[in-house]
Antibody
Framework: QVQLVQSGAEVKKPGASVKVSCKASGYTFTTYYMHWVRQAPGQGLEWMGIINPSSGSTSYAQKFQGRVTTTRDTSTSTVYMELSSLRSEDTAVYYC???????????????WGQGTLVTVSS | QSALTQPASVSGSPGQSITISCTGTSSDVGSYNLVSWYQQHPGKAPKFMIYEVNKRPSGVSNRFSGSKSGNTASLTISGLQAEDEADYYCCSHAGSSTWVFGGGTKLTVL
């Protein structure tokens, strides 16, 4: 069965960077795009970016351009999301979510990681 | 890439129907039939309910339906049940391989 297992909670100071991992299993890793979505406490969902695990190509929301980097390691079927220059407003649960359409970005996600809480506090 | 606009809250009684709107622009909702809807219960990951405007994945009740007119997409839930009480989010393609969510709507079943 498809599983997305994310790394554990992180506490970071303002200005630092955080790198969250998402290990996929139960399907061919390179077939499906992976998205990153975050949710601040009591707030809505916010789309951050996408990676094509086959080519490594990425696209990001304008809001995060220059601060976010997504990468993948095909040998371990893991995608990573690194967010830099952290500020308190970045405190949120970060989810990886697998696109449902093979080989393309369809924007619908049946499978989600369990979420990683990133807390930014001095 | 501004968030799509959803009402903050809607409510209805068991058995009734409700509709949640999701208003975007001609650059997102209006340009693509790639609108999806998610249901999220507190403390849980979102659940995928509707894709490509009006398609239901297997396992989702036919009480949930989607539609779109111009720059506004809508989710209708008929025969409201207590377990439908949750937050609902729309999501649309916004061009250049980017996506945008709505601000979310809290559904209360009275």
């Amino acid at each position: 069965q498809v599983q997305l297992v994310q790394s554990g909670a992180e506490v970071k100071k303002p200005g630092a960077s955080v790198k969250v991992s998402c290990k996929a299993s139960g399907y061919t890793f390179t077939t499906y795009y992976m998205h990153w979505v975050r949710q601040a406490p009591g707030q809505g969902l916010e789309w951050m970016g996408i990676i094509n695990p086959s080519s490594g190509s990425t696209s990001y929301a304008q809001k995060f351009q220059g601060r976010v980097t997504t990468t993948r390691d095909t040998s371990t079927s893991t995608v990573y999301m690194e967010l830099s220059s952290l500020r308190s407003e970045d405190t949120a649960v970060y989810y990886c979510a697998r696109d449902q359409a093979p080989g393309e970005s369809s924007g619908y996600y049946l499978y989600w990681g369990q979420g990683t809480l990133v807390t930014v506090s001095s | 890439q501004s968030a799509l606009t959803q009402p903050a809250s809607v409510s209805g009684s068991p058995g009734q129907s409700i509709t949640i709107s999701c208003t975007g622009t001609s650059s997102d909702v209006g340009s693509y039939n790639l609108v999806s809807w998610y249901q999220q219960h507190p403390g849980k990951a979102p659940k995928f309910m509707i894709y490509e405007v009006n398609k239901r994945p297997s396992g989702v009740s036919n009480r949930f339906s989607g539609s779109k007119s111009g720059n506004t997409a809508s989710l209708t839930i008929s025969g409201l049940q207590a377990e439908d009480e949750a937050d609902y989010y729309c999501c649309s393609h916004a061009g250049s391989s980017t996506w945008v969510f709505g601000g979310g709507t809290k559904l209360t079943v009275l």
